[in-house]
Protein backbone atom coordinates (compact mmCIF):
# COMPACT_ATOMS: atom_id res chain seq x y z
CA UNK A 1 0.00 0.00 0.00
CA UNK A 2 1.42 3.15 -0.93
CA UNK A 3 0.17 5.85 1.93
CA UNK A 4 2.18 8.54 0.60
CA UNK A 5 -0.26 8.90 -1.58
CA UNK A 6 -2.22 10.84 0.97
CA UNK A 7 -0.06 13.36 2.25
CA UNK A 8 -1.78 16.13 2.96
CA UNK A 9 -4.89 14.37 3.53
CA UNK A 10 -7.24 13.06 6.79
CA UNK A 11 -7.42 9.68 6.54
CA UNK A 12 -8.75 6.45 8.66
CA UNK A 13 -5.69 4.00 9.41
CA UNK A 14 -5.77 0.73 10.77
CA UNK A 15 -2.78 0.09 13.03
CA UNK A 16 -0.51 -2.62 14.15
CA UNK A 17 1.50 -2.01 17.04
CA UNK A 18 4.60 -3.51 18.51
CA UNK A 19 2.76 -5.20 20.69
CA UNK A 20 1.12 -6.23 17.75
CA UNK A 21 -2.55 -4.21 19.55
CA UNK A 22 -4.59 -3.54 16.55
CA UNK A 23 -5.75 0.58 16.66
CA UNK A 24 -8.03 2.78 14.45
CA UNK A 25 -6.65 6.06 14.28
CA UNK A 26 -7.78 9.38 12.31
CA UNK A 27 -4.80 11.02 11.27
CA UNK A 28 -3.59 14.08 9.12
CA UNK A 29 -0.46 12.75 7.13
CA UNK A 30 2.23 15.70 6.82
CA UNK A 31 5.18 13.57 5.35
CA UNK A 32 6.21 10.36 4.88
CA UNK A 33 10.23 9.45 5.14
CA UNK A 34 11.83 6.39 4.92
CA UNK A 35 9.08 4.37 6.12
CA UNK A 36 8.06 6.82 8.85
CA UNK A 37 4.33 8.33 8.67
CA UNK A 38 4.76 11.58 10.10
CA UNK A 39 1.15 12.85 11.46
CA UNK A 40 -1.16 14.99 13.20
CA UNK A 41 -3.07 12.19 15.27
CA UNK A 42 -6.25 13.88 15.24
CA UNK A 43 -7.66 11.68 18.00
CA UNK A 44 -4.78 11.78 20.96
CA UNK A 45 -4.50 15.95 19.32
CA UNK A 46 -1.04 15.61 19.24
CA UNK A 47 1.76 15.02 16.25
CA UNK A 48 2.86 10.87 15.48
CA UNK A 49 4.92 8.71 13.90
CA UNK A 50 3.50 5.43 12.55
CA UNK A 51 5.90 2.89 10.76
CA UNK A 52 4.09 2.19 6.99
CA UNK A 53 4.65 -1.04 7.16
CA UNK A 54 2.39 -1.49 10.61
CA UNK A 55 -0.46 0.30 8.69
CA UNK A 56 -2.96 -2.78 7.65
CA UNK A 57 -5.59 -0.16 6.04
CA UNK A 58 -6.01 3.42 5.30
CA UNK A 59 -9.19 5.03 4.06
CA UNK A 60 -9.72 9.07 2.96
CA UNK A 61 -11.53 10.79 5.06
CA UNK A 62 -14.04 12.30 2.59
CA UNK A 63 -16.10 15.38 3.52
CA UNK A 64 -19.40 16.23 1.67
CA UNK A 65 -20.76 19.56 1.51
CA UNK A 66 -23.81 20.51 2.76
Not at 17 to 24: A, G, H, L, T, Y
Not at 34 to 62: C, K, M, W, Y
Amino acid sequence: MSIAKYVGRTVVIVYMDKKERISQRTIRIIRVDGGTVHAFDLSRNEPRRFASERILAAQPVIVHAS
